[in-house]
């Protein structure tokens, strides 16, 4: 099966880039998980991570195609 997506944003928290992307009926979608125009910033919280998975799990949205996130 072929997915199309597209790169979404994730400001306001990584948990909003699977709305976005569901916004745009995206069936895959890539994001920032970092500010690349700054050298420094605050690792992901476990919250965020969560609440990802649980967006992305009520939007239906298989995260087993996606690279595991983890905090630090």
Known sequence: ???L???VSA???VENA???ANNIR???FALFTKNQRQWFSSPLS???IQKFREIAKNLIIN??????????
């Open 46 to 48: 476990k919250i965020n």
């Open 11 to 13: 400001s306001g928290g």
């Open 26 to 28: 995206a069936r895959a």
């Open 5 to 7: 997506g597209a790169h």
């Open 63 to 72: 995260l087993s195609r996606y690279y595991p996130m983890t905090a630090t």
């Open 18 to 20: 699977p709305v976005n």
């Open 1 to 3: 099966m072929k997915y």
